[in-house]
Nanobody
Framework: QVQLVESGGGLVQAGGSLRLSCVAS????????AGWFRQAPGKEREFVAA????????SYLDSVKGRFTISRDNAENTVYLQMNSLKPEDTAVYYC???????????????WGQGTQVTVSS
């Protein structure tokens, strides 16, 4: 079992930045691929970014490429999502996820956090 707790969400103006954190507990986090997803009101949850076990491989949703950066610190059991140049359409609940595999893009992750709200005002 892996427990995931996100933090760092909030209200920010368009063009601003936020850094989301996700702290894992329960198992060796370095054995898990990690990802960030988001769900806006009335929409399905969508993939945002993924990172491999060691951080050497990443993948992003096209609309966030060049603005968002996923990273991880396995010594701290934490995965981050740095979000720059935020837009109102980035408004959503952001979820951290983990899966016992080297790298994963699909949505069928085994473990999920509770989510953190990000609101971008225009």
């Amino acid at each position: 079992q892996v427990q995931l707790v996100e933090s760092g969400g909030g209200l920010v103006q368009a063009g601003g930045s936020l850094r989301l954190s996700c702290v894992a507990s329960g198992r060796t986090f370095s054995s898990y691929a990690a990802g960030w997803f988001r769900q806006a009101p009335g929409k399905e949850r969508e993939f945002v970014a993924a990172i491999s076990l060691t951080g050497g491989r990443t993948s992003y949703l096209d609309s966030v490429k060049g603005r968002f950066t996923i990273s991880r610190d396995n010594a701290e059991n934490t995965v981050y999502l740095q979000m720059n140049s935020l837009k109102p359409e980035d408004t959503a609940v952001y979820y951290c996820a983990a899966h016992p595999t080297p790298f994963k893009i699909g949505a069928d992750y085994s473990y999920w956090g509770q989510g953190t709200q990000v609101t971008v005002s225009s």
